[in-house]
DNA sequence: CCGAGTCGTTTACATCTGTAATCGATGTAT
DNA sequence: ATACATCGATTACAGATGTAAACGACTCGG
């Protein structure tokens, strides 16, 4: 259940948590910009369905895929390990980092302050 | 220049951006916890030197070893790659994600809005 | 001088990751 | 029936990563 998901793979479920279920060909199809083959999906969808983050039903001669585990959960965990990892844990560096290379809009700040309103009561 | 650091030359880095220079006995000192043999921190030492990540300098018949890379512009990329892959670029969600497992203190919302009212003017 | 320690370097090796080709079974169109 | 398309499974293979042992050169205490 908690196996790291490699970023070929994170790619793979983002289009499930998207959409699902969908066959190896639909997936495929979803990922054209990747210019990966089939072969290479298909190689990524066995991949997360051994360590258990899609779960596959029959349909006939060829699997349904759908997301077994929750994004939310996941990217949670990541950016935990992240902001330890970088920052000690501190997650106002990170944002200062972005903020410093200029990577939050307007709309990005009025978020983050609408958050950070919400935090304090 | 820009090649990728991993999770445990991270670690090395760590000890060369606190203090250096630092031989290869010295960085395994400080990273006792981590329970490394001193090959393997010289492997590491090794392998960042070779990406360019760190300079050495002789001392006599080894090497005092620096960083030769900002702390801070590496943690920015790392920063940014996660955000990208896991929130589209928009840094609110993952403060959210952070927040929501209370994994944010008093002392962090109030770091972070000190830093949302400096953005915002 | 000699053995013990210390250096960086070379080699090792399992696992993970990215990216597939190939294969055997099966379904499908003719 | 036969050729072709398609499925998942098996195998491939190079580069990155974690973790180190082995090696040859050198130095230092006796």
Redesign the pocket.
């Known amino acids: 259940m908690s196996e790291?998901i490699?970023?070929?793979?994170w790619q793979v479920m983002e289009v499930l948590w998207t959409q699902h279920p969908l066959?190896?060909?639909d997936v495929a199809a979803r990922l054209q910009t990747?210019?990966?083959?089939?072969?290479?999906v298909?190689?990524?969808l066995?991949r997360l369905a051994a360590k258990g983050a899609l779960t596959t039903t029959e349909d006939?001669?060829?699997?349904l895929y759908a997301p077994a585990v929750d994004r939310a959960a996941i990217a949670a965990g990541e950016s935990r390990r992240l902001v330890d990892r970088l920052f000690g844990g501190r997650p106002a560096p990170l944002v200062a980092h972005l903020a410093e290379r200029g990577e939050l809009s307007p709309a990005d700040i009025a978020e983050l302050e609408a958050l950070i309103r919400e935090l304090k009561q």
């Open positions: 790291r490699s970023e070929a793979e066959t190896a060909q990747t210019g990966w083959g089939l072969t290479t298909k190689t990524l066995s006939g001669r060829r699997y």
